[in-house]
């Protein structure tokens, strides 16, 4: 059973709309090694697995929980480098397109005109060529050295496509999220490189996939000096045994240690997005808009008397 | 951020194998109106919720986080109706298909064959024609009233879909779980019809959709007497706004009260899965299983340090 | 622009069920080679017509509209074959499912559960292994000659592909509206050889493909001796220069004259679908059925007065 | 049965070719709520539709009838903006590229590269990101309270789209062809919302969605005087019980009344296509061109010759 | 550039047909990890090689050679599987269904109708759920680490699916290729992972995945004892420095050694396909056939004279 | 079985980059009428030929493996024009991006950004819009004279787009592989169309199709003067009845003779690829890469010795 907080596992950095940026970006999101392929993978391997080998369960689960707060990372951050781009200021109940204008004909030659046609400038369940996620993306053997081996191959990807993308835009909203998925990819590579050591395997020097210089790319250097890149968290409200295998030292044979944690020791505000009239979005007219403000101006008063009301606290 | 308890949102009541029902049943896990759907929907509708209207966006979240745990049920389900089906006992280290026999042999024949070639007997991302899921099935126009009504549409026609799945076998382990889904998505239905009578719309007596007379299926009736098809939970570790529009009398205008609670009262434990030797899941000959094991036996002590280490609780 | 009565073009003999017959019918609908191929690829290919030569751009579009009317008769073909079976004698109103009875297990081991769980005993935009029709099987090459031999291609194919369903069952229902396929399949291939002849193309003997010896199956010699299988049909309102091309001797070189009309020279009822419970359609509980009464009670009165307010006649 | 008059059922206006508008216009043609979908959406549910609700049947399959209509609007339409993208003037017979020059450059890096290799600078049965069309897109759940509902969402987002297509571009052609699919989409949503209200919904303001100011876009505003969006046509060359339901009051519940017709009061020419040599369309070179003209020069004799063949009048 | 000697890379063992048998191999043929991706992905991979170390592009580019043997060898072991299955004694120029009878009517309930339909009782490039395979299954990363990584998970993925749809038929035609494919995807796992272990890596013991006791699998035992598994082939008619990596100690730790060879010792007759009448394949009537026949009577007199006049020697 | 030489069958000329130009041959590779098609479906239909026309299996077969070697020079074409595009002179062992610089920041805005992101600018197994390669495109039916005609339909179209390609762009590197698949398409259609000649068909003068002066397109009237517009090749490294159909006056009938031969007769270098740091590729640190440079260098030793062991030469 699953939970949230309204928070991010990331700031997210304000810089100029980039819709390029965003297109390159849902290659991290939608594509076939992107987070919603990792979330899906780790958590079908994890419901599905057969035996007692519970912390290689629970190595595989921890990151699968974690890829969902990373879709909503880079989902928010797409949606950000897409919105107003370029810049669009419409003021709300003004009629977009008043008077025959024609204030989006930018979008008609940005990369993926769905971003404007069929989301309202947000992330779509694509990949950076448009082509939609599939469910066959998903690797779930049931062989657990396969399974192992897969994982690391599909992180080793991850990882190279972001460092690829890094380098398409020095936009900073980009570059920060882009650099933590870097920095998280190479720990998530660290829990199932580990896994198979405790089977045997020696890595040598082959790891993390692709090699570089890190001190290079700043926003990465900073996160490895926070630690980033070697700790794993198993986001389980009660307990896990992810630290039976996530512990000592590095399969990247490099001296570093690996360390355990339940969560990231922080957590970042959602910044929110604002009201694009020229996409009727959230394109509640002024009658409209008053119901809603009625409603949400009682909620206070309606949310003291249902938490009353279910005389149960929340976990 | 998202977290997770190892349980279950709802019993899986034990029963024979039934390949065949495990593989309708894939139409409500992987399919284009499924939980893999409406889990993905509210996200990416609620990640890129434009505007002020708070208890909008509360309530699209607050189903999709539910989804997920649907999606971890589901699975779940499908893989116990797979799971041995037809029996097969394997010993531990015993060779599948030892001497050359085919132990396997009911299974090309069964309806999706992938279910034991790329599935070790569990559940895949597919419908039930054995195509793949896919992320064009989400939709997230960005305009509040469009998204609300689509919702309802998906509610409406997921619970159809699994009214016809009920009618398809007698088993118990498919029956409980689908009679589960179909009381959810009638209190979704109730969260978005709810919405919009918010906006003015009065639905007269056409909710929820399919009409039938509960009592016939009895264990959708034991559900209704329980409230389950009339809660809505939000699953927030720390507030939501859900309890303001998911209040007051249901929009089926049955004489029936909505209600808003943090998580359902009560959870469930997974029942684990055994293993499939003829899979060769997990696959350990006994060479690695004595690595596996030796780690397993480590954990405690492992767990204890830890814990130490982390110094820091669980949320 | 288009019309139409609510009349079909070939009549849809009675038989007993057969959902696996259905099954393999589709591949005639919805397959790579099917008529909703040819509808849309005619379509596409007259829509965007260069130059002017009109008596092919006339020939290709009477095809395609031809077609349009073929989608219906296999589509209520299909359906019929799939309605209500293996039989399921619902009372209307009586819950499905009555008391936990299954009366659909049935369905899970048809050979496309979609046919039970998606539709509701009722014909769908696949093919005969359950792949949904794509928008790229559509070939407008925008270069006439090559058009033509692409058309000829998917006509020898359909043709092919339906006399093997042919022989898969001797069920009636499937085999008249089978046979009418195969014989106009033949007078399109007709059409478009002709065509080709024009350009100075000599077929020997190889049309039509494949060459069978028609009287083997009785029900396409019947077609055969009323000529169906050499007449093609313009289907336009006012005028078209079809005949300038089909006209004169058969490019079979069999001996036989093509010959051209504005429309069959008969139309057959369209026999309609009764409800089905167990599928929840149409799902008018008691309720709704009374209003829907009403209105359609109300409804002749209504016509006539629309009839009167309209003051215009249809075309 | 099907009938065709070679007019559309809206004028194409004149303007300077766009490319990427006809790109972007190809979502309102092969996307996912695309006039392809509607089209095959309400011609299956009225050709599976089930029971003796004859009005309702006889409602889709009106609106499905008109959009073949559309189908062919919009095909012609992008294939306009396209014709000659940028201007190419090549004389007839003159080769492509005489003598090595390059003159189709500019197509490499237009929004689909497809328009002009796959077609000869015409309209694709794809999305505006490159998609083919897909049978998955069709809904025909066979339970008409969600039939409907579906279609009210379907008819939504299209207009949702089509607005925002408007804003991308002010070339005439495709604003006079979107503003006419904005207006019908009004009309349809109409017809779907007014059907639903005789089951008892009362849909307040929230229709049509989105909401906008028409006046502020004049090529609407224009229809809308005209009555274009509160007028459905049945098509039916015989006799039709749309007008039971829709008449009277708007489901909007702003004021209008609902007017049923046969068809639109006015029908338009076809504007033809020129010849294209850079794209060998239609590709005939001199002698094959002498061959076509013969057979044309010849067609009013054989027309007439055919006609008194026949001995039969078209409908 | 590519040549081809009409033989078999291993034979195929006669056996009773067996459609659902037939089925489950598409798998290893058109599945995400058959053997049409194999071939691809290491073609493109070595057409893509970039940099200086041939080796690893040679001992790439050899297996990808291999694999269009395989896709060949599979291809022709489905097609014997669905030969005539179950048997049908059609007479040649006998008419398929001479007198109305329906000698196909086993075809419309095997698990995939187009081997009956699309194809003539043949292979098809789907998998064994009916999916196309499809481009995105090949990665070419263009990093040599990874690369080699990927293909090792992809012989683990091939060989696992492999030993399961072995024990699903105990019938010799399917097993004598399957368990060739086992071994020679042994070999393979042995050829990447022996690359990696140039760079540093040792495997320990979990090569090769899966693990089995080859002594229960007697058909796969024979090939070991042949030395099948640990053997590999360059198949270049020049050179290659395959040898450079594939030789040495086994990455498997188990004591055996590595060879490279030209090419396999020996091959075999290609068995052929008799005609089907009942799929018209090949479809020639007797006219057509006659006009064959005095082509193949000419071809010794012809072979000769375009030997000669070719004046040119096969390699 | 399959054999392979380090060569190309036309040589690859160098020009400046061009990633636009790259993107449109795409459609010749990957495309629904590429060599990847063309490829597998001539192999389809030669592995499941029924009966004992030989010369028609061998014909069909030719082609065949002739596409094997086109889809490497195309594959290899692609990967020339993206290759550094536009130049980026990266170091080796250099950081791409060092300083946080954004070399790749052309690469967002590239047609397919897969190019850079998926590939290392390198070519995919997808078409001109970013669509992989589908099975589906296959079309192996089973019937010799339907396979034959639909061949020449692949072929046609196969040449029509090559020729659109070829204005797009007047890059030397483009052009020449362009022009040298248009004089290959061109001898196929002959290959298809005398096939058919044999069995009675008159093509007059459709052929070849698309109709266009080769002295406008010099590259094409070079590789026409040279004859390869009407030889054939059978790549069979014993014998082949290729010569018995390919043989006398063209299909064309424009006065040429067709000519069989058992191979072209010359060969081109493969120009091989530098690294590209920018893409990690191959991506060799320093330490890995003085592993590969020792092995590299111990190579003759080993190749000497493995041709020793072998004790087997090559064919």
């Known amino acids: 059973m699953f939970y949230h907080v309204r928070e991010l596992i990331n700031p997210i950095v304000a810089d100029e709309p980039d819709p390029s940026a965003a297109n390159a970006l849902q290659e991290g999101l939608g594509g076939q090694f992107g987070e919603m392929r990792t979330m899906m993978q780790y958590l079908f391997q994890s419901f599905n697995f057969r035996g007692n080998a519970a912390p290689y369960r629970d190595l595989i689960q921890s990151v699968g929980i974690e890829e969902i707060s990373h879709v ?9 480098l897409l919105d107003g781009s370029p810049r669009y200021q419409g003021d709300k109940f003004a009629t977009p397109g008043a008077g025959g204008e024609a204030p989006m ?20 369940p694509v990949d950076a060529a448009g ?29 190279l496509q972001k460092c690829r993308i890094y380098q ?7 570059r920060s999220t882009v650099a933590f998925l870097i920095a998280r990819d190479s720990a998530h590579q ?22 570089f210089e ?37 399969p990247a044979n490099d001296g570093t240690e690996l360390e355990a944690l339940a969560e990231p020791e922080q957590s970042y505000p959602d910044p929110g997005a604002p009201e694009r009239p020229e ?32 005389g149960k606290k929340t976990r």
């Open 72 to 80: 909503e990372l880079i989902t928010k951050t797409i949606s950000q």
């Open 105 to 124: 004909d930018m979008a008609k030659e940005q990369m993926n005109p769905h971003h404007f046609i069929v989301g309202a400038q947000a992330a779509l």
């Open 131 to 159: 082509n939609p996620w599939q469910g066959s993306y998903v690797h779930a053997h049931g062989n657990l050295v396969l399974d192992l081996l897969d994982n690391l191959v599909l992180e080793a990807t991850g990882r």
């Open 168 to 174: 398409m835009s020095s936009n900073k909203t980009l």
């Open 190 to 211: 660290m829990a199932f490189a580990k896994a198979l050591e405790t089977l045997g395997v020696n890595w040598g020097k082959i790891l993390p996939i692709p090699a």
């Open 214 to 250: 890190a001190s290079d790319y700043p926003e990465v250097q900073a996160l490895i000096d926070a630690g980033i890149n070697r700790q794993q968290y198993h986001f389980n409200l009660e307990s896990s045994q992810l630290a039976t295998i996530f512990q000592g030292a590095s």
């Open 279 to 310: 996409e009727f979005s959230p394109g509640l007219d002024p009658e409209l808009q008053a119901l809603v403000d009625a409603l949400t101006d009682y909620k206070e008063t309606t949310a003291k008397k249902a938490a009353k009301k279910n």
